[in-house]
T-cell receptor, first 116, second 114 residues
Framework: NAGVMQNPRHLVRRRGQEARLRCSPM?????VYWYRQLPEEGLKFMVY????????ESGMPKERFSAEFPKEGPSILRIQQVVRGDSAAYFC??????????????FGPGTRLTVT | DQQVKQNSPSLSVQEGRISILNCDYT??????FLWYKKYPAEGPTFLIS?????DKNEDGRFTVFLNKSAKHLSLHIVPSQPGDSAVYFC?????????????FGQGTILTVHP
């Protein structure tokens, strides 16, 4: 049973370019979450999606960042016009349909974005 | 506004001894707590969790204790093994409309010496 998959694992972009990060949840999971980890910090929540719906985007920067989880295919985190401050590790997590009050999320290996 | 705090950046323990990792929180709406372990260049791995209706949860070598009145939780690892060396994050969830959002601490680097 494959875990959460993210690609690419490493992404280098020049300032002003676009970055697209992909996440395929675990089989049977319909909830996807994106987190960002800046150097020497903990993970910070960005957005929570279900298929074709954004449920909570309270952690997303107001500009340049967007996320989607289409009916078919992986979830995409898109960063337009990247700046050096966007350099970070971006983690995707997934969880199954709610079954009882548990909140475990299962994480992918992350995409390390470097903006030069 | 750091709602989940891990005040010890690092902890060093001898193999076979107990490791105790601590976590404090400020948001009284948090009702579910989790511990994750993270190796370099990998994603966090879920270890153990506890609901606010309990004060202890055990899974093998790992035990999590929750003191709601003190807004404090701890992870005990007994006995510690060199393979436990990693960064440990505590995380909390407030449920309700914040269901999908985990709030993480800054992490504690655990080193277990042979």
């Amino acid at each position: 049973n494959a875990g959460v998959m993210q690609n690419p694992r490493h992404l280098v972009r020049r300032r002003g370019q676009e970055a697209r990060l992909r996440c395929s949840p675990m089989k049977g999971h319909s909830h996807v979450y994106w987190y960002r980890q800046l150097p020497e910090e903990g993970l910070k929540f960005m957005v929570y999606l279900q298929k074709e719906n954004i449920i909570d985007e309270s952690g997303m920067p107001k500009e340049r960042f967007s996320a989607e989880f289409p009916k078919e295919g992986p979830s995409i985190l898109r960063i337009q016009q990247v700046v050096r401050g966007d350099s970070a590790a971006y983690f995707c997590a997934s969880s199954p349909l709610i079954a009882g009050a548990t909140y475990e999320q299962y994480f992918g290996p992350g995409t390390r974005l470097t903006v030069t | 506004d750091q709602q989940v705090k891990q005040n010890s950046p690092s902890l060093s323990v001898q193999e076979g001894r107990i490791s105790i990792l601590n976590c404090d929180y400020t948001n009284s709406m948090f009702d579910y707590f989790l511990w994750y372990k993270k190796y370099p260049a990998e994603g966090p791995t879920f270890l153990i969790s506890i609901s606010s209706i309990k004060d202890k949860n055990e899974d093998g070598r790992f035990t999590v204790f929750l003191n709601k009145s003190a807004k404090h939780l701890s992870l005990h690892i007994v006995p510690s093994q060199p393979g436990d060396s990693a960064v440990y994050f505590c995380a909390a969830n407030a449920g309700g409309t914040s269901y999908g959002k985990l709030t993480f601490g800054q992490g504690t680097i655990l080193t277990v010496h042979p």
